[in-house]
């Protein structure tokens, strides 16, 4: 059985707390100096500390010490842009790990704006994904042969997308309403796609570990590295390989290390591989590995989010539907603009958190939104959004106007 790990890593640039009085005078929205949990800077040290760095030291002694360990990482280019302007030795530890691995990290495609553009833009979708490809080409010596899209989310036509464009493979969520009966340990082919292939994430265990770990309530709890790895070895009449996609975030900042989780992480690999049937392999090499078993047929977007695996989490309500109509309906006026500055600020507030943090969801899924939700409530969100976006507006209205800060020009 194969195990493919995939982690990804992303902070937004969180819009500050932004008033109506502010519009018009203050062109800087993701500056807030005064609020700890909308200020970049120290929200991604905080993350780095708690997660980032010594998740990274695992993952490297790991490398070091078994030669057959493999994963993947994806970043989105806001959370490296970040890295490059707070916290560049997090930046160098990810380069490092990458690099020395002699192949056995791929880092995979993404929008380099962790935005959803493909389902409202597809031309602005194919510009991120040409600067993503470029960054990570840069930092990583990489080109991306695997897509991954923002929050995981997929359907036909982004399959087709990416046949197109020459990807081996995407990544999408294993859901069971999509397969059926079928299983998530398996590869298949996108309805309408001649070449590529989809890799499945197997989301009851990779969620054991992203969501269920820590929580003492579970059944299963504590959870060991040798009773996960039994898990998996007991997959083996069902499928070829299992596929483990989660948040980087999750060793150290949504599982705290008080949990064990790190210590589970640095005795996953070990416990995995004394079954002699277990081996580990990249996305790639997992796509080549083995031939698709079936058609898979996803009309509709699917993500890895909430209980309904759809874009409800982003666009479920009127207030969402606003501001992401409203974002994209700026496109034109913004790039005929040619203004850099201008045009990357409207890139990072397409960035799916913000649509997020204005999710009204209080029944299942409340607790999560709550607890990943840097705002008040999510009005607050919405209204500090809607005023950045109409100071926006008016930065179009006077090309001339020119910003005081400088920022992380768009024509990286």
Same mark, same amino acid.
């Given at each position: 059985m194969s195990v493919c790990l995939y982690f990804h890593v992303h902070q937004p640039y969180r819009v500050k707390k932004y008033r109506a009085f502010e519009v018009g005078r203050d062109h800087s929205y993701f500056n807030d100096s005064?609020?700890?949990?909308?200020?970049?800077?120290?929200?991604?040290?905080?993350?780095?500390?708690?997660?980032?760095?010594?998740?990274?030291?695992?993952?490297?002694?790991?490398l070091r010490r078994h030669p057959e360990f493999k994963f993947a990482f994806s970043f989105s280019g806001v959370v490296l842009d970040q890295m490059e302007q707070f916290a560049p030795d997090v930046l160098d530890s990810f380069r490092n790990l990458v690099r020395s691995s002699r192949g056995r990290v791929e880092v995979l495609g993404d929008t380099y704006h962790h935005s959803l553009s493909?389902?409202?833009?597809?031309? #602005?979708? #194919?510009?991120?994904?040409?600067? /993503?490809?470029?960054?990570?080409?840069?930092i990583f010596g990489q080109v991306p042969r695997v897509l991954r899209n923002t929050e995981l989310s997929y359907n036909n036509d982004l399959a087709r997308w990416a046949d197109r464009s020459g990807y081996l493979g995407i990544l999408a969520e294993g859901w069971d309403p999509v397969l059926g009966w079928r299983s998530p340990n398996y590869i298949y082919r996108p309805?309408? !796609?001649?070449?590529?292939?989809?890799?499945l994430k197997n989301y009851r265990l990779s969620d054991d570990i992203a969501f269920r770990f820590g929580e003492r309530s579970w059944s299963e709890w504590p959870l060991t590295a040798d009773k996960f790895s039994s898990w998996v070895?007991? !997959? /083996?009449?069902?499928? #070829?390989?299992?596929?483990?996609?989660?948040?980087?975030?999750?060793?150290?900042? /949504?599982?705290?290390?008080?949990?064990?989780? *790190?210590?589970?992480?640095?005795?996953?690999?070990?416990?995995?591989?004394?079954?002699k049937y277990n081996h580990f392999l990249t996305p790639s090499e997992t796509l080549r590995k083995y031939q698709p078993v079936?058609?898979?047929?996803?009309?509709?977007?699917?993500?890895? !989010?909430?209980?309904e695996r759809d874009l409800s989490a982003w666009t479920g309500?009127?207030?969402?539907?606003?501001?992401?109509?409203?974002?994209?309906?700026?496109?034109?006026?913004?790039?005929?603009?040619?203004?850099?500055?201008l045009i990357e600020d409207w890139r990072r507030l397409q960035t799916s958190d913000h649509f997020y943090y204005m999710c009204?969801?209080?029944? %299942?899924?409340?607790?999560? /939104?709550?607890? *990943?939700?840097?705002?008040?409530?999510? *009005?607050? %969100?919405?209204?500090?959004?809607?005023? %950045?976006?109409?100071?926006?507006?008016?930065?179009?209205?006077?090309?001339?106007?020119?910003?005081?800060?400088?920022?992380?020009? %768009?024509?990286?």
């Open positions: 005064s609020s700890s949990d909308l200020n970049n800077e120290k929200i991604i040290r905080k993350v780095a500390e708690k997660s980032y760095l010594p998740a990274s030291v695992v993952l490297a002694e790991l493909f389902f409202y833009s597809p031309r #602005e979708f #194919e510009r991120q994904i040409a600067l /993503h490809r470029r960054k990570i080409s840069k309805k309408g !796609a001649s070449k590529i292939k989809v890799l070895s007991a !997959a /083996h009449l069902d499928g #070829e390989t299992i596929n483990l996609f989660m948040d980087f975030e999750t060793f150290g900042e /949504h599982q705290w290390a008080d949990t064990g989780i *790190f210590d589970f992480l640095r005795a996953l690999p070990g416990e995995l591989l004394k079954d079936g058609e898979i047929d996803v009309p509709n977007v699917l993500t890895w !989010a909430d209980t309500n009127d207030i969402q539907r606003s501001a992401i109509k409203e974002i994209y309906a700026l496109e034109n006026r913004v790039l005929r603009s040619r203004d850099p500055e009204t969801k209080w029944f %299942a899924d409340g607790d999560v /939104h709550k607890y *990943f939700n840097p705002y008040e409530t999510p *009005f607050d %969100a919405y209204i500090s959004f809607m005023n %950045a976006l109409d100071d926006l507006k008016l930065r179009l209205d006077n090309p001339k106007k020119k910003r005081s800060l400088n920022v992380i020009f %768009a024509n990286k």
